[in-house]
T-cell receptor, first 116, second 112 residues
Framework: DTEVTQTPKHLVMGMTNKKSLKCEQH?????MYWYKQKAKKPPELMFV???????INESVPSRFSPECPNSSLLNLHLHALQPEDSALYLC???????????????FGEGSWLTVV | KQEVTQIPAALSVPEGENLVLNCSFT??????LQWFRQDPGKGLTSLLL?????REQTSGRLNASLDKSSGRSTLYIAASQPGDSATYLC???????????FGTGTRLQVTL
């Protein structure tokens, strides 16, 4: 099983809403990632969790709040977003942190977010 | 800061052709480099990973090369098929953190 599962696939939310994106993997991976991808642009790293601890925050606005409840789950809590936050949000995982072993990184199908 | 450029930005070829996608990066101090494929509206699929000590990596009809010192990688696709149509992204892994920097991508269309 080399699958990273993301839910929901599509989300429309108002600027005052609170919602969450969820990501799950059962490959025993200990590094998990959130990326943001705008149309026709490459993915941009947002957060990295290593062994359930936040190891990288790429200066992401606080309206995005990541959470790693256990080694299989990664959430992205959304609050007071702006229309320009509309994008494809990709979750990924790798066996360990990439710097240690150069492991392959596995991506989910993404969650399409539209902020109205 | 690592800058990654892919040329060409878009490519259309007839089925059966061999083709080369290019990736250049500004910081040659990389640990490895991965090539990914992305279908429209979908996530990314890892195709090949080349460690910094390697020169080539092969998987089926795909062959990736790496010239770390000159900051270049190429992805060679043999006997292209319509199912190869997708955007191809290269991503060198740079620095001490678990961070990939993605290139601008090459959008490939293989026609019948």
């Amino acid at each position: 099983d080399t699958e990273v599962t993301q839910t929901p696939k599509h989300l429309v939310m108002g600027m005052t809403n609170k919602k969450s994106l969820k990501c799950e993997q059962h490959m025993g991976h200990r590094a998990m990632y959130w990326y943001k991808q705008k149309a026709k642009k490459p993915p941009e790293l947002m957060f990295v969790y290593s062994y359930e601890k936040l190891s990288i925050n790429e200066s992401v606005p606080s309206r995005f709040s990541p959470e790693c409840p256990n080694s299989s789950l990664l959430n992205l809590h959304l609050h007071a977003l702006q229309p320009e936050d509309s994008a494809l949000y990709l979750c990924a995982s790798s066996r360990q942190g990439l710097v240690l072993t150069g492991n392959t990184i596995y991506f989910g199908e993404g969650s399409w977010l539209t902020v109205v | 800061k690592q800058e990654v450029t892919q040329i060409p930005a878009a490519l259309s070829v007839p089925e059966g052709e061999n083709l080369v996608l290019n990736c250049s990066f500004t910081d040659s101090a990389i640990y490895n480099l991965q090539w990914f494929r992305q279908d429209p509206g979908k996530g990314l699929t890892s195709l090949l990973l080349i460690q910094s000590s390697q020169r080539e990596q092969t998987s089926g009809r795909l062959n990736a090369s790496l010239d770390k010192s000159s900051g270049r990688s190429t992805l060679y696709i043999a006997a292209s098929q319509p199912g190869d149509s997708a955007t191809y992204l290269c991503a060198p892994h740079t620095g001490t953190a678990s961070k990939l920097t993605f290139g601008t991508g090459t959008r490939l269309q293989v026609t019948l």
